[in-house]
């Protein structure tokens, strides 16, 4: 079974600075692709970035980054130069690549911008 | 595009009454999800479909029930609803190809339900 381990509850980060969210996770399977989630106190669910466990290259999206450390078993996301709106729940999720292809979540890390 | 629309957005129900949780959306996606998200916590997937009559439970199925008559709705069904269920109700869809290509997962706005 496929499981997500998000170890911060909570940080806090100075605006204009870089934050690393942890995320780890377990599998037994060779395919599988790693997303990060942004909800904002609103509550929907935003698509921030994603990794294939095949792709040789740490993803970016703009101001984020993947850092993808198979063997460790790590997609950690970077945040760079934090603006107060990044402030929200932050999920790291993994699809195991199989019969439904189906999203397992972590249990979030609260970010908090100050200013 | 509406994308994944979920309805209602909130919802307050008494113990014991049933309600069903709509979800439709318009991107001829064939595979959709309910997720439920408690107070702090990440989502767990309650039950999914791959396509058109096809549906299958997920990590927390007890005390729900889906259908997937067509490929754009997907409803979930509450029965004798508990306290328990007091949740944010999340649908999802995705669009797999049959060799494996996915395109990535849409997630409706939600549906706040409280069981009093």
């Known amino acids: 079974a496929q499981k997500i381990t998000q170890t911060q509850p909570g940080m806090f980060v100075q605006e204009k600075e870089a934050v690393t969210l942890d995320c780890t996770y377990d599998?037994?399977?060779?395919?599988?692709?790693l997303f990060w989630y942004k909800q904002p106190s609103s509550g929907e669910m935003i698509f921030l970035i994603y990794?294939?466990?095949?792709?040789?290259q740490n993803a970016t999206e703009g101001r984020y980054s993947l850092n993808f450390q198979k063997a460790r078993k790590s997609a950690n996301l970077v945040i760079s130069a934090s603006q107060l709106g990044d402030s929200a729940m932050y999920f790291c999720a993994m699809r195991a690549d199989g019969y439904g292809n189906k999203l397992v979540f972590g249990a979030g890390t609260i970010l908090r911008v100050k200013s | 595009n509406a994308g994944v629309t979920q309805t209602p957005k909130f919802r307050i129900l008494k113990i014991g009454q049933s309600m069903t949780l709509q979800c439709a959306q318009d991107?001829?996606?064939?595979?959709m999800y309910w997720y439920r998200q408690d107070p702090g916590m990440g989502l767990k997937l309650i039950y999914y479909s791959v396509g058109a009559g096809i549906t299958d439970k997920g990590e927390v199925p007890n005390g729900y029930n889906v259908s997937r008559s067509t490929t754009e709705d997907f409803p979930l069904r509450l029965e004798l609803a508990a306290p328990s269920q007091t949740s944010v109700y999340f649908c999802?869809?995705?669009?797999?190809?049959?060799?494996?290509?996915?395109?990535?997962?849409?997630f409706g706005s939600g549906t706040r339900l409280t069981v009093v």
């Open positions: 599998t037994s399977d060779q395919s599988y692709g």
């Open positions: 990794q294939g466990s095949y792709d040789e």
């Open positions: 999802a869809s995705s669009y797999y190809t049959r060799t494996g290509q996915n395109y990535g997962y849409t």
């Open positions: 991107m001829n996606h064939n595979y």
